[in-house]
């Protein structure tokens, strides 16, 4: 099957599209990669990848192998373009989250908006996580006029973590971590038309899922709707949004 997963040119998470990309690629499905302009190479934030603060906060060794591996594929430099993309050609779309300020280019962009929402339409399975899920929340429904996410149930990063990463990280960095003046959760809350379906999971601030324990993760399950909370959930998020896409998911 293809997956389209939509990137920036730059800044995107390390974990939660390296390790999505790795549990597909190995079950033997196609990964698409899509930038604003079709043939760029995009890049990952890069302080995931040496640690945001003295070493700390990024990425785990593990997904910074899978990002290496990512960058050594066919499909890193081929990407395809947001507005050329042909939404019926794919099985399933997959939404990857960052914070740092290239994200905006990807979660601000009205040509991918109108990608998302046909794909949408076509009632395939559709993954979302961290900030990622902003792009759906930011997405009008054609027939209805709401949000996509209008009346489903959704997670996306809580409050407290981004709140929590700011303020312990600001003295250096300063807005680093507010991708905008809105926290991501106060928006999504703001588009579903009952915020109660909102849930912000067990609360964890380093605690993260694994390839072999998921104790510390996080998803929603919502129909063919998959979302998530941070790179901490990935491997879960990765292996559940696999299961939609073959159809053995419950």
Do not use: N
Not at 58 to 83: D, I, V
Not at 121 to 141: E, M, N, Q, S, Y
Request: one cysteine or more; charged letters at 25%.
């Amino acid at each position: 099957m293809r997956v389209l997963m939509p990137v920036p040119d730059r800044d995107f998470d390390v974990t939660e599209v390296a390790v999505p990309w790795r549990l597909l690629t190995e079950a033997g499905h196609e990964v698409v990669l899509a930038t604003e302009r079709a043939g760029t190479r995009p890049a990952c934030d890069p302080r995931l990848l040496t640690g945001v603060v003295f070493g700390a906060l990024g990425a785990a060794a593990e997904p910074r192998r899978f990002y290496h591996q990512l960058t050594g594929s066919p499909e890193f430099t081929a990407t395809a373009g947001w507005a050329d993309l042909a939404p019926e050609a794919y099985d399933g779309l997959l939404l990857p989250g960052g914070h740092a300020p290239g994200m905006r280019q990807y979660l601000g962009s009205e040509a991918l908006r109108r990608q998302v929402a046909e794909f949408w339409a076509l009632d395939r399975p559709v993954g979302a996580i961290c900030h990622g899920v902003l792009v759906l929340a930011r997405t009008t429904d054609a027939a209805t006029g709401r949000s996509l996410l209008a009346d489903r149930r959704t997670t996306c990063l809580p409050k407290y973590m981004e709140r929590s990463a700011y303020l312990a990280t600001a003295w250096r960095l300063g807005r680093y971590y507010r991708t905008y003046p809105a926290y991501v959760e106060d928006e999504v809350r703001a588009a579903l038309a009952d915020p109660a379906r909102f849930e912000r999971g067990p609360r964890v601030l380093a605690a993260r899922g694994t390839a072999t324990d998921d104790t510390a993760a996080f998803v929603v399950q919502d129909g063919r709707y998959l979302s998530a909370r941070w790179p901490g959930d990935a491997y879960l998020f990765g292996r559940r949004f696999l299961a939609l896409l073959e159809g053995t998911a419950h």
